[in-house]
């Protein structure tokens, strides 16, 4: 017990000894402390001032460096971009109509009900319903329609080249009567009208004798007049850029579809065949877009 007793007091005797030499060297370094801090501050506000010129001029020629950059870099990017985007419009027609007339495809959605329908058979479900079956024909031209959306529209294209096929279609046709007329009739290829090589029938146009002249029968110039005028899509029908008044609805021949004015899809499909009503659409073949 005196043992514990003089270690304890040896103990707080050695603490009080380390606090009162802390104390006085506090007090000795303080003022040691201070005189420096009044010192290195001025030197530092020196530097500060000299430096500051340097700096700033640093970061001006770095803004500028940056400026330049991205002013050279800007037409090859923006390059770049058009040239990405454009690729991306051309082939995106291609890719959303494949996988429209997939979606359409009777054997595909056959098999795709299938697939889900094996799917809800292995939770239980034995059948695939006419609700789930309508509902997922209905998602896939959904999924398909917003593909399309993102294309961006040719419609100044499509006006920037009108001038161009008009007169194109001018000079054929120049041509075309000059070598009827006028020329060695070698080939029996005639004007491609909205016949289409074709006649309404669907057989191929006779052409003109080239030993006959074309005055010398009137009843011939008729009956060839009459073909090559006669409509390939029938009645209600007109080929061509500039359709009548009145021919609203546009037909597309790739896919035997054709577009009203209040389907999503009317403004990004070029017309092959503009038709005044859909009874005449219909009556030509063609079936009405489901977007």
């Known amino acids: 017990m005196k043992k514990k007793n003089a270690a ?14 802390l104390n006085e060297a506090k007090d000795k370094l303080g003022p040691l402390l201070d ?19 340097f700096a700033n001029e640093a970061r001006a020629r770095g803004t500028e460096y940056a400026h330049q950059a991205a002013v050279a870099v800007a037409p090859a990017l923006a390059a770049a971009k058009g040239a990405a985007r454009e690729r991306y419009d051309d082939m995106l027609p291609k890719v959303t109509e494949a996988l429209e007339n997939l ?23 034995l059948q695939l319903s006419k609700k789930d079956r309508k509902r997922l ?18 419609r100044k294209k499509k006006g920037k080249f009108l001038p161009l096929l ?13 070598k009827k007329f006028f020329g060695a009739q070698e080939t029996d290829w005639q004007t491609h009208t909205a ?30 007049d009459t073909t090559a005028t ?11 850029a500039e359709p009548p008044e009145g021919y609203t609805i546009k037909g597309n021949e790739r896919s035997k579809k054709y577009h009203t004015p209040e389907t999503g899809g009317y403004e990004r499909t070029i017309a092959d065949v503009w038709f005044q009503s859909e009874e005449a659409a219909e009556a030509a073949g063609f079936a009405k877009a489901q977007r």
């Open 35 to 53: 005189q420096s801090k009044d010192r290195i501050t001025p030197l530092l506000d020196q530097s500060k001032e000299r430096l500051a010129p």
């Open 230 to 240: 006669a409509p390939k899509y029938g009645e209600g029908a007109y080929v061509g």
């Open 103 to 125: 979606a359409n495809n009777p054997n595909a959605q056959e098999a795709q009900f299938r697939g889900v329908a094996a799917i809800k058979a292995l939770r239980g479900d």
């Open 166 to 178: 008009l007169l194109g279609a001018l000079g054929g046709l120049a041509f075309v009567a000059w």
């Open 195 to 224: 016949s289409a090589y074709q006649s309404s029938t669907g057989q191929p146009t006779p052409a003109t004798s080239v030993t006959e002249p074309a005055a010398s029968s009137p009843a011939a110039a008729a009956a060839a």
């Open 8 to 21: 304890a007091e040896t103990t707080h005797t050695a603490a009080e000894n380390a606090a009162a030499l």
């Open 137 to 154: 024909h209905q998602e896939s031209l959904a999924q398909i329609q917003s593909l399309k959306d993102t294309a961006t529209p040719k």
